[in-house]
T-cell receptor, first 109, second 117 residues
C-alpha cells in the first residue's frame, strides 16, 4: 500500500528553527510537495522537490532523498504566523497526489 | 498564481436535504478537478476526480449517487451532497492543477465547511 508518515505535532519557539520530517512508500515517485494549512482554511503551496537535494525559498527549505524515501521541511526564524499544519504529499506513478496526515506546528513566544 | 474559487465557504443544512458546492478555476482552464474531504485532525481524503465533459472517477468507498459531480465546463465543477446526514458534516475542498504540465502544484479552493443538523 501507499503510505506517508509525518509527526502528528511539533512545538517550537519563536525565532528558532524547526525541521518537519516526512517518509514515504508509494507506487512510483514523481515529486514531493509541501503545503501549509491554517486551521479552517485550504492548503497553500510551499515547495516542490523531484530531484535529490535542498531547495531553499526564503525562510523555508525543503530536502529530498529519493533513495531513502525521505524529505524534510526546514523553517527558520520562526514567526507566530507559522503556526499551522504542514502537509507532505507525494505524486505517484499515476501523477496522483498521496497526502500525509499533516504535522501540526505550534509556535510559542 | 492560479486561483481556484470555491463557494459557499460555510453551509448549514437540515438532514435529508441536498447541498451544492461550486469550484471555479478563475484564470486557467482545468480539464480535471479534484474533490477532497477532510475530517478534523485528519488528512485530505480524495473523494473523486472530476473530468470535464465526462463522468467523474470516484475513489473506493465513495458513493457516486450520494456525491454527484458535474464538470460541465473547463472552469466549473460542482459537488452535490444529496440527502445529507450528520455524518456528512466535514470540510470539503476542491483542487485543480494548471495544465502547464504534470509536475505542477495543486491550487485549492477556500474549502466548504458543511454542517448537517
Amino acid at each position: 500500500g501507499q503510505n506517508i508518515d509525518q509527526p502528528t505535532e511539533m512545538t517550537a519557539t519563536e525565532g528558532a528553527i524547526v525541521q518537519i520530517n516526512c517518509t514515504y512508500q508509494t507506487s512510483g515517485f514523481n515529486g514531493l510537495f509541501w503545503y501549509q494549512q491554517h486551521a479552517g482554511e485550504a492548503p497553500t503551496f510551499l515547495s516542490y522537490n523531484v530531484l535529490d537535494g535542498l531547495e531553499e525559498k526564503g525562510r523555508f527549505s525543503s530536502f529530498l532523498s529519493r533513495s531513502k524515501g525521505y524529505s524534510y521541511l526546514l523553517l527558520k526564524e520562526l514567526q507566530m504566523k507559522d503556526s499551522a499544519s504542514y502537509l507532505c504529499a507525494v505524486q505517484d506513478s499515476n501523477y496522483q497526489l498521496i497526502w500525509g496526515a499533516g504535522t501540526k506546528l505550534i509556535i510559542k513566544p | 498564481g492560479a486561483v481556484v474559487s470555491q463557494h459557499p465557504s460555510r453551509v448549514i443544512c437540515k438532514s435529508g436535504t441536498s447541498v451544492k458546492i461550486e469550484c471555479r478555476s478563475l484564470d486557467f482552464q482545468a480539464t480535471t478537478m479534484f474533490w477532497y474531504r477532510q475530517f478534523p485532525k485528519q488528512s485530505l481524503m480524495l473523494m473523486a476526480t472530476s473530468n470535464e465533459g465526462s463522468k467523474a472517477t470516484y475513489e473506493q468507498g465513495v458513493e457516486k449517487d450520494k456525491f454527484l459531480i458535474n464538470h460541465a465546463s473547463l472552469t466549473l465543477s460542482t459537488l452535490t451532497v444529496t440527502s445529507a446526514h450528520p455524518e456528512d458534516s466535514s470540510f470539503y475542498i476542491c483542487s485543480a492543477r494548471s495544465p502547464r504540465g504534470e509536475n505542477t502544484e495543486a491550487f485549492f479552493g477556500q474549502g466548504t465547511r458543511l454542517t448537517v443538523v
